[in-house]
């Protein structure tokens, strides 16, 4: 199994999370903008990009919806399929999702679940206040549905996400 370093390095520094490389993803990840759920083996045999993302429809996470919208071809034609994650609902996610025409699944995880259960709902601080939010996390899980790499908030690029993955 072939890691970028950069990757690997987040990884292994990062002691919140609760998936690790290795760890088997869970079976059930959520229900997405239509209410269907969406079950890890739906992806048997491919990779999956599974990004955790704080909010629909701000500067960050739009940027970082259409670098995945705009490469989604490359990316499962390199073996990947997308689904996206944040706590916001699915009338939220389907107003995103028509605005800015994206090809992917958004998985409206509003009882926290996947986001504890993969570690990346944490406190953040924003001008000098604490909150709970989700941090920018990416899991690429293999295609036994076991996590193959973790790449880290301070990794990602969002505009152009979808061409660190390819290229890593």
Known sequence: MAFCPLFRNFARKTKNMTMN???????ILGK???????LLSDFR?????L???PKD?????????CSFRDHLSELQEAGYEVVGVSVDEEKQHRKFKEKHELNFPLIADVDKRLVETFGVWQEKSMYGRKYMGT????FIIDE???VEQ???PKQIKTKMHAEQILKA
Do not use: H, M, N
């Not at 490389?21 to 079976?27: H, L, R, V, Y």
């Open 135 to 138: 941090v920018r996390t990416t």
């Open 150 to 152: 973790i790449i880290g």
């Open 21 to 27: 490389i290795g760890d088997k993803a869970p079976e």
């Open 57 to 65: 429809l701000t500067s960050g996470c739009t940027a970082e919806a």
């Open 32 to 38: 997405d903008e239509e209410g269907r759920e969406i």
């Open 51 to 53: 990004y955790f993302y």
């Open 45 to 49: 045999g491919k990779k999956l990009v």
């Open 144 to 146: 036994e549905g076991v």
